[in-house]
């Protein structure tokens, strides 16, 4: 289990119990819920975030997991409820808006650009994530004014994330585990003060998720919250300082990893979901078809047309292929 870090310090005297309030919450969620036709696939009551640590978000699959993901960051809209975030209502903030706020996330089939270079990908994140025009993000005249620093910020999130030597390949000569490694780092182009990362490690090489993982620890230090969504219980346990549960789009349980693990109700949460006789912590199925896993194609920078694919939903476009 992980060490004793700050946040897990101060989460201590939490009560492990579903809604319960925290020391000092960079996130609340109230009365959140999206439906599709008769589904409610996200009901949180009430959610709240600890400012500086690494909460996993867990759960079958189908939980609700991602939806509450696309919801926080502007990706989906809710039927009902509030957020506020760092003392900010985003409730009817846009995605391309809220990263500027300093909140980001990752997707669960990444989503960088296999047509642009390492190096043109994370100038891209340096505009404020997916949502703002591609075309302007790469007119060398609007990004003039700060781009050395911008490049100099690049360059030091790619050696961090060793991917340093790779700075003028394509998106698409990457492996996936070196994808991974690129959004996440891409995301981190804003200086956010929360990353959401969705399954950061699925689909990557174990030889590469020991080193993610460290990179995801390494967060908080350069003051990050993190929540992140992981089937492998291994990894949650490792590196959570708090786990939060959902089950049918609501919060089942939450708390320190060592309660979570023995706690009756996750169990259900995972034996009930059609999981049967599998093993409770089962990784979601890979849901690509014969293309990479991950991979989006997406217009080159000289056609206008197609980019705003990054801004919305492309999660479930990509699987409906
Ligand atoms: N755009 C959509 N239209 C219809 N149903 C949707 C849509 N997005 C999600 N759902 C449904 O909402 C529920 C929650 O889905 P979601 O992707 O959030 O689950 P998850 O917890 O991320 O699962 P996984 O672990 O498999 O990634 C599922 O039943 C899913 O089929
Ligand atoms: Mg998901």
């Known amino acids: 289990m992980a060490e004793q870090t700050s946040a897990a310090a101060a989460l201590a005297g939490v009560e492990p119990v579903p809604g319960v309030a925290k020391p000092d919450p960079i996130l609340i969620a109230d009365g959140v819920q999206r439906r599709f036709g008769g589904l409610t696939a996200v009901d949180v009551e009430h959610l709240e975030v600890q400012r500086g640590g690494i909460t996993a978000l867990i759960g079958p699959n189908g939980a609700g997991k991602t939806t509450f993901f696309n919801l926080m960051t502007g990706f989906d ?19 391309h808006q809220v990263a500027r706020y300093g909140m980001v996330r990752t997707f669960q089939l ?20 997916a949502g703002e025009r591609f075309l302007r993000a ?10 050395a620093e911008i490049e100099a910020r690049a360059i030091e999130l790619l050696e961090r994330f060793r991917l340093g030597h790779m700075r003028d390949e394509l998106g698409g ?6 994808r991974k490694l690129l959004e996440m780092a891409r995301a981190l182009m804003v200086q956010p003060s929360l990353v959401m990362l969705d399954e950061p490690m699925a689909g990557v090489n174990p030889a590469l998720t020991q080193s993610l993982l460290r990179h995801v620890q390494e967060l908080p230090s350069m003051g990050m919250t993190v929540i992140f ?10 590196i959570s300082d708090w786990i939060v549960v959902m089950g049918q ?10 309660d979570v693990a023995r706690n009756p109700d ?18 979601a199925p890979r849901r690509s078809g014969t293309a990479p896993a991950g991979v989006i194609e997406v217009t080159p920078p000289d056609e206008d047309e197609g980019t705003e694919d990054l801004a919305d939903g492309a999660d479930r476009r990509q699987e409906d292929q």
């Open 77 to 95: 809209r809710p039927n009902a409820g509030t957020w506020r975030f760092d003392g900010h209502d985003l409730s009817h903030v846009p995605a």
């Open 173 to 178: 000569e990457l492996s996936g585990g070196q």
């Open 249 to 258: 789009g609501r919060i089942l349980a939450e708390g320190p990893p060592a």
């Open 110 to 129: 990444t989503k960088a650009l296999t047509r642009l270079s390492v190096m043109e990908n994370m100038k891209l994140g340096a505009t404020g994530q």
């Open 138 to 147: 790469l007119v060398p005249a609007l990004w003039r004014p700060q781009e």
């Open 229 to 238: 969504v992981e089937h492998d219980m291994d990894v949650v346990m490792e």
């Open 266 to 283: 996750v169990i259900d949460a995972y034996i009930g979901a059609g999981h049967g006789d599998e093993s409770r912590f089962t990784p």
